[in-house]
């Protein structure tokens, strides 16, 4: 009577056979399972930017040397959020003189305009301008960053911050006489920075104390590195801290972009930029910005 026995491994020799073992079946995927795991990347990736770090792209020269136009920063959205007991590992901060800040702009013409700027000042500094230089609770600051205007250039209202009250709501209405009827947005939104800067100009007697404007408890002073082109607090006022997004940590890609392209709003000028960038990637690129660091 024959009967069946366990396999055994053969020895290796002449007329010896391999022995065959099946190959064991990989269950695969459904499609519900495929989906659930799309879901959770999903869901993370969404967590991660929306409260953790963020993508911009810099639209203007207002900071440079520090950004460029077409700059793509990743942004810190933790460090200067409110402190949260179910995440008591993070490290949060208060804003500091010197930081370079991402925030809601206030008192905004354009819905969600988020800007970039250097704080320069938090509640209770004393800050006013000379001839572009800034003087912090009566010190003259160094700052390697900052464009200065240009010997022969100074513009009293702008450069002798905030001693010319009068010249800086002179010069917004006469921005807004000499411009007329908008009909284009780029029009509409620098109209609203001329009516906010004629209001700022009535606010600010009482925010000044001898030669100095002084920050407010729950705010922060705000301007651009580069002072002669900067639409900054010197225009619209202060930024509520409750108003700021985070920080750029680094540069992950540069592309060169003209000064104008913010102001190309239509849906034809979106698909050029986009045909232009494609078929301009690598000559266009700032290859040496690649993870610069903000500072």
């Known amino acids: 009577m024959n009967t069946y026995k366990p396999l055994r491994a053969q020895k290796a020799g002449a007329g010896a056979e391999p022995a065959v073992v099946p190959a064991q079946e990989v269950p695969s995927e459904t499609p519900l399972e495929a989906l659930s795991s799309i879901c959770t990347i999903l869901t993370v990736g969404l967590f991660v930017m929306a409260f953790i770090f963020q993508n911009m792209q810099i639209p203007s020269g207002s900071m440079e040397k520090t950004l460029l136009i077409g700059d793509h920063v990743l942004v810190d959205r933790i460090t200067f959020a409110p402190p949260t007991k179910w995440a008591p590992f993070v490290h949060y901060r208060p804003v500091r003189r010197g930081d370079v800040i991402v925030f809601m702009k206030p008192h905004s013409e354009s819905p969600d305009l988020i800007l970039v700027k250097r704080a320069i000042g938090v509640a209770g500094d004393r800050i006013h301008l000379r ?159 690649t993870f610069h660091v903000v500072r």
């Open 131 to 289: 001839q572009g230089v800034v003087y912090l609770n009566g010190v003259a600051q160094t700052e390697p960053y900052a464009i200065m205007p240009k010997d022969g250039e100074f513009v009293s209202y702008r450069d002798d911050f905030p001693a010319d009250i009068a010249g800086l709501s002179g010069e917004a209405s006469e921005d807004l006489a000499a411009r007329g009827d908008c009909r284009d947005q780029a029009c509409i939104n620098a109209e609203g920075i001329d009516n906010r800067t004629i209001t700022w100009a009535d606010e600010l007697p009482s925010f000044v104390k001898g030669d100095d404007l002084v920050v407010p408890p729950g705010m922060v002073f705000a301007m651009g590195d580069n002072r002669t082109e900067s639409l900054d607090g010197r225009f619209w006022g202060f930024v509520p801290t409750g108003n700021i997004l985070g920080r750029p940590l680094f540069v992950y890609w540069s592309f060169r972009t003209p000064a104008d392209e913010e102001n190309k709003t239509s849906m034809r000028d979106r698909i050029g930029s986009m045909f232009h960038v494609a078929t301009n990637f690598f000559s266009g690129t700032r290859w040496g910005r």
